[in-house]
Structure formats: C-alpha cells, structure tokens
C-alpha cells in the first residue's frame, strides 16, 4: 500500500528514536506494525482526557523521547487525540497523520488543529501543531461503510468549491455508491487544497477562514438537530449549509443562477438526507448563526460565499431580513 | 505598584473580552483583584493533571473565550501551569505572566516554557507557548525568605556571567541580606536578557541552550542529591554547577585564571551550602552527565563555557578524564 511506502520515506527522513503508531479499535485490524502500537477504543469517546492520559502514559512508560515520532493511523479522532497527545508529551515531539476515512483526509487530519473533548465541548482542550506530513491514501476508503463517505464527502465538495471547477465537475457526476476508486482523486486533491490554505494562515486569522464555507448555516442545522434530540452528521449539516451558501451566493456575490440548482440535485439529493428543520425553525437558525462564536461581531450574521467554483468571498456580512425571506426556499 | 499600572496598560492594548488571574495560595493574599481570581495550593504538587484540569474546568464555566486574557501571578509553578492551561485552553488563549519570585522573574516565567508533571517526571507535558508579556516588578521580591531570593539568584548569575559583566559585578559585591533593592535591577535586567535570547531562539535549536550554563553539572548535583535523599534546590544545585563551568573555562576556553575562585568566595560560599556529594562521587556524577538528554550524542558530556563574562561558548565536548582530575577541586 501506498502509505507505508511514504511512512517509511518519511521515517527514514526524519531519523526518530522511536516511532509509536496511535490507532482505533476499528482500524487496528485492517493493517499490521511491526513496532509499538496504541490502540484507543473507537468513537468520539475517546477524544477525553481520561484516554489522553493513557496515551501520556503509555508513551512515558514506553521510553518515548523528544526525538520519537508519533504516527495517527485513523480518523478524526485519532489524528485529533494523537496530534494533542503529541503536541504536548515533552513539549511536544514530531508526528504524522495517515488518515483513513474521507473526512479526516480532507479535512481533520490536515492543517494542525488537535484537542480533546472536555466538560461536555467539542475540542475545548487542544493545540495548533502541525504535523510533519499527512499521508494520504485513498485505498483506505473502500474499508469504510457508505453512510461514512458520505458524511466525508461534504468537505470534499466545499473544498472543491471553494478551489476546483474540475473537481466540482467530477463530484457532480459520482455515481451512487462512492468508492476510493471514484472520490479519490478529488480526496487527495482537497488534502493538498486545505494544506496549501492552511500554510498560507496556520493560525486561522485571514485565508483559513474561507474553509468555513458552508459552516455558518452548517452548524446552526447541527445545533438546532441535535437540541430537538434528533441528531445529525457534521458532513449531512454541511452538504445543507453548502446549499444555503449557494444560494445567497447567487443572490449576493454573483454566483451563475442555477448552480444551487444543480448542486441540489446532482450532490445534495443523491446523497444526503432531508433535514429534519422546517420553515418554521428558520428564525431559530437565525439566532443560532447570530451565536456563531467566528461572527466579528456578535449578532453579526457572515457567511463565506462564492462569486464563482474557485472564487470565494470571505465574510460577507448577511442581513437577517435575506435570511428569512430565503430560508424556506433553501431547505 | 509597578505591576498593576503595567498589567493595566496590557489589558488596553490587548482588549480581552475578560480577564482571568491564577494565583496559588501564598501569593493570594498579597494582593487584591476586581475580577476572576483562581487559587491553587502553593507547591510543585499544583503542577498536576488534576489541578490543570480543574484549571481548564473554571475557565470553561466561568465562559472564558478565545478573547479572554490569562494572568499568571505568582512563581514558576503558577506560570508553568497556567501557561499550559492557557496554551491548550480553546487551542490556545492569550495570557501575561507576573513573577513574583527571583527564580521566576529571572527565569521560569520567561520564554514560552509550560506545562505539568506527570507519571512522576517533571514537565513530562507541556508546550512550548510565548506570554504575551512578563510584567517583572522587583517590589514582589520583598515578600519572599532570604532561602527563596537565594535559590532565584543562581539564574540571575548565570545570566549576568552570559550577558553583562557590569551587572555580574552588582552580584559580586551584594550585601548577605537580599531585597528588591540590591537585586532589582540584576533581576529586571535578567529577563530582558532571557526574553532576548529566546526571541533569538524560540525551540531551543540553537542559541538558547547557552542558558543552560552552569547546568550540565548542575543537574547532575541535583539528581544525586535526590537519590541519596538529601534532595538540594534548584538554585543550589545551579550555583555549584556554575563554579565546575568556570573551573572548565579557565582550563579550557581562555577564563581569566582567579575567576572561578572569586565566584566561589564571593557568591557560592556566601549563599549557598556546600553539597552533600563528595569526591568519591565524582564517577557518578559523570555517569549522571552522560546521560543527560541535552547532549549531542549519547555520553558525550557538553558544556556551556566561558571565554570572558559576556562571551559563552556553546557546547564544548569535555573529555570525562579532565572532569575526573578536576572533579574534587570544584567543590
């Protein structure tokens, strides 16, 4: 496979004392390491502080130094525990991400945000460290289950938009069942496309924020799922936030009438599920957005939005009146 | 004093949505603050998992934000702890240290080192994360026992002997009792030097380890002392590891002869004991340097040197037979 040939260039690069490689119970039996592995139970469970600890243990007890290499073979919540775990053992030593399901290859593995879980908060606890490298392989993507490509596929397709006329045109036209064969090129392509952002803004203060495309109505349709007790995806709340973003993108920046359209039906439709929100929750999502700690000012409602695929608009302040008069017709 | 006008005029400058002072228990009671104050138990047992923990809890529930301002008032254990909760706090909030002791004016609250000990080992987690600012405000020192001032002066005279033979001849002629007024000047002058090498040098790859005269031997000193169960400061251990560096420079870098003597009567036998360890526990103490893992290769035992006061020599390999005919002399 693939990534071992590039962890082994990359080991061979980097001349660590040790190297110790953090997995999940689920990953864990679809590869073999000569060499020590961690394993951590799957899940967002295991983003606590309770399993850093572990972890932090383990590599103490185990002898591993500031010249060791620590390697993520995993999702999100690998690369995010492992990278924490890392950033911070000795004042932090090297590591590398190898991700293995679409969303942590096009998004989580990639651009140094790490943390844990705490108090109830999704990475309340964490750091920006960047890894040494993330390694890519699409291969991994035929060990998943549909349902989670599908919730990797979102971010795929906002980087796409926010980057790639070509790789839009290929994620308009994927067939039913998504494979490593058809989405990964485009997967490797949004890793390097987030890494290149990321370079160029490792602290988000500028540029990075354009990665939020999709995410101001994206996270209002999260929230407002998850107090209703009925829970949805992080990927499934963007594909809808996508939507949003396109349409106000038509409205406000320029965006070619049509394309929210044909996003709808060709990516939105295909693959993801109806939303439970109904017109009638649109000023709750409105106040939610309000909320949005990445607003500049509070009650200030911006979105990033697109003048065209490739061309996006950073933090267009979006009044509230749009927002209702449009809200219906967007879900 | 000093400190609050300075403190004040940071808050302006950095505008935090709010402000949260950490202090430890015998620190607390000398100062009053109109806002969040947290309280830790006074002690290394404060640098603790538990303790950052309940650290990370208050600032979650008391609604700390990305916005929010961290001040650490207090010694080392105060800015090394709370610096880390700082660091991983939301990835990473703002925070300004105040040092109240010498050790951590001159040392400890400056340059970006944080974090807790953890599985028994000191500072085993932690990150490398830059203050804001170090308020350094000598009018704290007149809290503080004379055992206290003298543990903090050894990194003010290994500053000194670094970076300016005028101050190192304050130090040379300093009455036995100490105070903010006959060492508050060495003291502000010694984290300004600090500050200025490790803005030369932020990760520790070149320049800074320069600061770590006086400690090759120093922590070997240390080490024994625990062992035997006759466990010495810090700054103890420090003053003696300054005199086996002079003795080194005079030998081996061009010191003028006579210096180290003059330290030794001058500093070392004025305010510190001498050391439990003796000449037969020379071959020890060079097995304890060998080992030490800021050596460029294993058992290679590295200095930091002297060619005069002002000008170090960064890592000088020391043949362990010149260490073993000069061990007894040096103490």
């Not at 593995?109 to 309340?124: R, S, Y």
């Not at 295909?270 to 999502?285: N, S, T």
């Amino acid at each position: 496979m693939k990534w071992r040939e590039e962890l082994s260039a990359e080991i061979e690069r980097l001349r660590p004392d040790r190297v110790f490689v953090l997995t999940d119970s689920n990953v864990s039996p679809l590869f073999h390491w000569d060499g020590t592995v961690l394993v951590v139970p799957a899940g967002e469970e295991s983003k606590s502080l309770d399993i850093l600890a572990g972890v932090w243990e383990d590599l103490s007890s185990l002898g591993a130094t500031r010249r060791s290499l620590f390697v993520n073979i995993g999702g999100g919540v690998v690369s995010d525990l492992g990278g924490f775990a890392a950033a911070t053992f000795k004042r932090g030593i090297r590591f590398v991400n190898v991700p293995t399901t679409l969303l942590a290859m096009s998004d989580a593995a990639i651009g140094g945000k790490t943390g844990i879980d705490f108090g109830g908060l999704k990475n309340e606890v964490g750091a920006f460290r960047m890894p040494e490298r993330v390694i890519v392989d699409a291969s991994w993507l035929d060990t998943l289950p549909q349902s989670q490509m599908r919730e990797g596929l979102a971010e795929v397709v906002k980087s796409a938009l926010l980057g790639s006329e070509d790789v839009y045109g290929e994620l308009l036209n994927l067939p039913e069942t998504l494979t490593a064969h058809n989405v990964g090129h485009a997967a490797e392509w949004s890793a390097r496309f987030k890494e290149d952002v990321v370079a160029h803004d490792p602290h988000e203060k500028g540029l990075r924020r354009i990665l939020n495309l999709g995410h101001t109505a994206g996270h209002a349709f999260e929230s407002l799922a998850a107090r209703v007790g009925k829970p949805i995806g992080h990927g499934t709340a963007v594909a809808h936030g996508l939507l949003v973003a396109l349409r106000l993108s038509e409205r406000l920046t320029g965006l070619t009438p049509g394309m929210a359209d044909e996003y709808k039906q060709k990516i939105l439709n295909r693959f993801y599920p109806a939303l439970p929100p109904e017109c009638r929750d649109v000023p709750k999502l409105i106040g939610i957005m309000a909320h949005d700690k990445k607003n500049p000012a509070v009650g200030e409602i911006s979105f990033v939005l697109l003048r065209a695929v490739g061309e996006p608009v950073e933090a267009v302040r979006v009044d509230e009146k749009i927002l209702l008069s449009d809200g219906c017709e967007g879900n």
